[in-house]
């Protein structure tokens, strides 16, 4: 099993270490049975605060896994016996319940950051060739 999480506190972290190895910040791996999975998964949700948390464990279906989240907008959907992920639509106000200071600057220019970065730099470029 496979759990990833993102925000969470050092005191979470620390007890998710009694049971799995934790091989690069956040990401847990390890065998459990199927009972001890359930309760790190029920532990984990009880503690996660304003984290989040994915759970990635096997399964017998066709992927041969199965997939958990908590706290994300991402979740896993099962669409005739396959789990795929579903994705907000960012865009959608509702989602997010507030609009970010770089999708309003995006909205008022209609250019990306990246593609005003390099419209200014050619601009700098041209100006150094005079």
Not at 4 to 16: C, D, F, I, K
Not at 44 to 66: D, H, K, M, V, Y
Request: proline share 2%; charged share 30%.
């Amino acid at each position: 099993m496979v759990l990833v999480t993102t925000a969470v506190s050092t005191g979470l972290r620390g007890e998710l270490t009694r049971w799995l190895l934790e091989v690069s910040p956040g990401v847990f791996v390890g065998t459990a049975s199927a009972r001890v999975r359930d309760q790190i998964w029920a532990f984990t949700c009880e503690n996660i605060g304003s984290g989040r948390a994915t759970l990635i464990f096997p399964q017998r279906n066709e992927q041969r896994l199965g997939i958990k989240t908590i706290g994300d907008a991402w979740e896993a959907t099962d669409f005739d016996g396959m789990t795929l992920i579903r994705r907000p639509d960012l865009s959608d106000k509702e989602v997010t319940g507030k609009v970010t200071d770089r999708a309003k600057v995006r909205e008022a220019s209609g250019w990306s950051i990246a593609g005003r970065r390099r419209y200014y730099k050619s601009s700098i470029e041209r100006r150094q060739r005079k």
